[in-house]
């Protein structure tokens, strides 16, 4: 991407933590002196609003083509451009929730790397997991509007064991995975962890 900037990006699956995370860790480097930029996918433009609430309506290739396009129009609007200014980006969801969610949608995980190719790899790419049921827990008390929200029992525990095969095949290809496991840790324990990991990882 060219830029001096750091991009980080949180995935894992629905309720583990990714949205809370993402937010503690932009202020935690806002206030050692970043400029952050927090964002999410799929995105708030129209075409991120389209795959967020459209997961019923679009299906398996569609829909992963649909997020893929989000995620392109996406990095050249957002993701690219605050790289290019230095700043710090926080991407709550990237590229493995798409491995992930597309493979249990049942598209070929080729299809998606073919979609993916020309796309910027991360500086860290943390990856969460927990207990399955204390994440479908947490999700749905938050509120469900997706499609992979309202899965059954079994897909959402596929879901958690995909993001753990995931993570592994990305770290095979030089992908920077960093994985932390929630745990039973409430969400300030959580905070401490990721602020470390970063430090640790990314030095900032
Ligand atoms: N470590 C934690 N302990 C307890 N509750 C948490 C923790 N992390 C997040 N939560 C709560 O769980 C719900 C889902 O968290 P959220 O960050 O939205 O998950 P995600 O973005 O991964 O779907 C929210 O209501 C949030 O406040
Ligand atoms: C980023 C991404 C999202 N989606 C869809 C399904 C997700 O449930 C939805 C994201 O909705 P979101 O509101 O971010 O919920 P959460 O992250 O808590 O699950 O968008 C995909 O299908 N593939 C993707 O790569």
Known sequence: MGGEGVFITVDGPSGVGKSTVARSLGRLLAGRGWTVTCTTEPSSA?????????????HRRALSCLIAADRY????????????????????????SSLVLDQL???PVDFVWST?????WPNLAIFLSGDWRLCAERAARR?????????DDPVKRREV?????????????????????????DAEA?????????CVQLGL
Do not use: M, W
């Not at 993916?116 to 910027?120: A, E, F, K, T, W």
């Open 46 to 58: 129209a075409i991120g609003e389209l795959a967020r609430f459209g997961t019923h309506e679009f």
């Open 73 to 96: 129009h996406h990095v050249d609007t957002v993701v690219a451009p605050a790289l290019e200014c230095g700043e710090v980006v926080v991407c709550d969801r990237y590229l493995p």
């Open 105 to 107: 949608d049942g598209v």
């Open 116 to 120: 993916h190719q020309d796309l910027p």
């Open 143 to 151: 509120g469900n509007h997706s499609r992979f929200h309202r899965a």
């Open 161 to 185: 064991e995909l993001f753990e095969q995931v993570a592994g095949e990305l770290a095979t290809k030089g992908y920077p995975v960093s994985r932390y496991d929630i745990g039973d840790q």
């Open 190 to 198: 959580v905070r401490q962890g990721i602020a470390h990991l970063v």
